[in-house]
């Protein structure tokens, strides 16, 4: 297990690196680094763990070899779950164990990630094992909520993207038709209005 390959993944904004060691057909293992880290910190542990798993040791955007994101863009928690998210579908891995390194503090924590995607993805995880952190805490009122709302917002995400579809072309009527059929609210003269900046012209309409 001493060796390893390096894999990459596509994203709108670039890729995710990673590093994998074990054999492909290995039961699968998904490697969150800490705070600040990359997929190096599991180099010295990984060789000492069982020899039939396929570990694969992520790179968190912005970490490692990973792109990152546009300037200006934030790196929040919930970003990070996508990312886990993105790496699970690339690999077409549907079960996996998910092992997650930080530095004990939650909110400046990665094994905080992997518990947002334990919370958020209960089905596609069948071991959960973090290094150095505490728990989830959620009060079990805001739970509900907090679950429903979150995975909704990762997987409209990752279906759009994945979609990938060319823009429509419409005539400046159809363009003000849709417009105001998805705002009530809004007058036709208003909607002109908005359209002469919301709308891009090109040869096809």
Request: proline residues 6%.
């Amino acid at each position: 297990l001493g060796m390893f390959s390096e894999l990459k993944f596509p994203v709108p904004w670039g890729h995710v690196a990673a590093k994998a060691w074990g054999p492909s057909e290995g039961y699968p293992v998904l490697c969150l680094h800490g705070w600040l880290d990359n997929a190096n910190t599991f180099d010295k542990l990984i060789p000492l763990l069982p020899r039939d798993c396929y570990y694969v040791a992520m790179d968190f955007s912005g970490h490692g070899l990973s792109s990152h994101r546009p300037a200006g863009s934030p790196y929040h928690f919930l970003d990070y779950v996508s990312d886990v998210r993105r790496v699970a579908a690339a690999l077409q891995w549907r079960r996996f164990t998910l092992m997650g390194h930080s530095m004990a503090f939650l909110f400046l924590s990665y094994c905080f990630i992997s518990l947002q995607f334990c919370f958020l993805y209960p089905e596609m995880v069948d071991k959960l094992i973090l290094l150095e952190n505490l728990g989830f805490l959620l009060g079990p009122e805001d739970a509900e909520a907090w679950l429903k709302s979150k995975r909704m917002v990762i997987d409209k995400l990752l279906s759009l993207e994945a979609k990938q579809q060319t823009p429509k072309a419409r005539s400046p009527e159809a363009a003000l038709q849709r417009l105001l059929e998805a705002n009530r609210h809004l007058t036709a003269e208003g909607g002109a209005i908005l359209l002469q900046r919301g709308a891009t012209e090109t040869p096809a309409g």
